[in-house]
Structure formats: structure tokens, C-alpha cells
């Protein structure tokens, strides 16, 4: 069993890329990429599940979160180069994918750029591109998506949302139990997660805040490749609960995918999600035939 929290690595550009390690050292490989807010930690969440699936769970972080350099002016298309190295480095064949929420829409862009090197897909809680509907989107959360085209605004809103987490957690907590039901009752009745969860956000912000604002915009203009055109095995899982990232964006990304497959997960939330179903994603991508 392993539980290697900080690794780096040096990529062609002469960038730090910083990920963490759960699960079984000989374990199948799975990486998981992490939410919007979100860091390398966040792979915390899918230890027990990655342990009793025999996973070796890989969890880098994008550039600009907790340990990893920014990288100005990035697309979606330039994670998989990222990826690919670190594959490299680790000296990986094929492996699955994981992405939750913001971590979505990249590890879709890996099955659309690395199709040799990825066994299957999941995309759990997803963003979708811009059109699909925001239908169902809580109103703060809907908010907030508009604001993700103006960096300025939302990095404003998003400091504020990072004060109020670092200060008074226990009323952050509140606020998303709020808007996220399924997710407060998983907070109050597991507070181990709701502290990783903490923790995991913290940990994205130690360099600022300029990561996740630019990569918020990244969600909200064409995406730089086709949904029609990926050909991986695809698992989407939504909670049919979900408010931040409404179900409706994992019917749409569901609809476009050639090979993809939908689980919407009733009365659950945006982590709630993630936690609960995470052996039955771990198992399902791994196994998954590419088609």
C-alpha cells in the first residue's frame, strides 16, 4: 500500500508537475484528475476504493494548483502533454482515467489526444462544453459559471470564496450543505471527508489563486476537439442531485460521446457521488475494452 503525497517531476518545458500517489504500488494504473477547485489531494477521497480494487491511483495536479507551476495561456489540449510525460516518467503502458468535475473535460481531452495510452474513461460530477443547457444549475452556481468568462470578476469571487474556507470553515460547510444536500449529509455523517475535502482545496490555493481562475475559462469556450470523435470507452456518472454541475451537462456529454454510457446516481450530489461510487468507477474503467 502506498501514500506518497508529494512527487515532482520536471516537464519538457522546464515546469513542475506535482502529483500524489494512492492505493497499490503494483496496482493497475488509474489516474485521477481532479475538480476545478481541487487538488492533487483530492485522490484522498478514492484511497479505500482504490485499495479494494487493486488500483494504483495517480493524482497530478494541473498547472497552477498546489504544487504545480502555472502555465500561462493553457488549453485543454496542452494537459494530455502532460499527461503523456508523466506516463513516461512512470513508465506506463495504457491506463484508465478518472476525472471529477473540472477534471472532466481533461480527461476527456486525453481519450481524444491519447487514445493509444488510455484503457477507459469516467467522468464523474463533469463540466460540459458551452452548449449544453445550465438547466438545473443552483442559482449561486449559476452565478459563478457566468463569471468564469470574466477572470477579473471571478477571481474577485473566487478569493472571497477562499477566505470564507480558510476562516470559517464550519460556514462554508453550511453554505455547500445548502445548495449540495446529498454532499452535507455525507459531510456530517463521515466529517473525515469533509476535512480531506478541506484540506484537498487548501492545498490548491498554496500559490494563489491564478490556476483555477484561468482554467475556468477554459470551460466555457470551445474545447479544441470534437466529442464525436473519441472512441475510448466512456463512463459517464452524474448525481442526479447534483447543483453545481447540473445532470443535465452528463446527459449531454453522454448524448455526443460515441461509446459513452450514463449512470445517473439519484439523490446524490457533486462528491457525494465521487465517494460513494468510487470502487464501481474504478473497477468499470479499468476493464473497459477501448472501441
Known sequence: MINRERLEMTTF?????????????????????HGGNDSRLAGGLLEAAAIAT???LICPERPGFGRSTYQPGRDLLDWPSD???LANRLDLGRFGLVGHSGGGPHALACAAAL????????????VAPPPATNRGLHPMFRVVNALMNHPNLYRTVARSQLRQMSKHPDRWLGAWAKMQPAD?????????????????MTEA????????VHEASLYHRDWGFELAAIQ???AVWHGASDRQATPAWG?????????????????????????????????????????
Open 13 to 33: 518545458d522546464g515546469r513542475t508537475l506535482c502529483w500524489a500517489e494512492f492505493g497499490l504500488e503494483a496496482g493497475r494504473p488509474v489516474m485521477f484528475f
Open 54 to 56: 487493486g488500483v494504483r
Open 83 to 85: 499527461v503523456e510525460q
Open 115 to 126: 487514445p493509444h495510452r488510455i484503457t477507459g474513461v469516467a467522468t464523474v460530477s463533469s
Open 184 to 200: 452535507g449529509a455525507m459531510f456530517r455523517e463521515q466529517p473525515h471527508i469533509a476535512s480531506m475535502v478541506l484540506a484537498e
Open 205 to 212: 490555493v498554496r500559490a494563489g489563486a491564478a490556476g483555477l
Open 232 to 234: 475510448t470507452t466512456t
Open 251 to 291: 446527459v449531454f456529454l453522454a448524448d455526443k460521446i460515441p461509446s459513452a454510457s450514463l449512470t445517473l446516481v439519484e439523490g446524490a450530489g457533486h462528491f457525494s457521488t465521487l465517494v460513494d461510487n468510487a470502487a464501481t468507477i474504478l473497477t468499470e474503467i479499468d476493464w473497459a475494452p477501448s472501441r
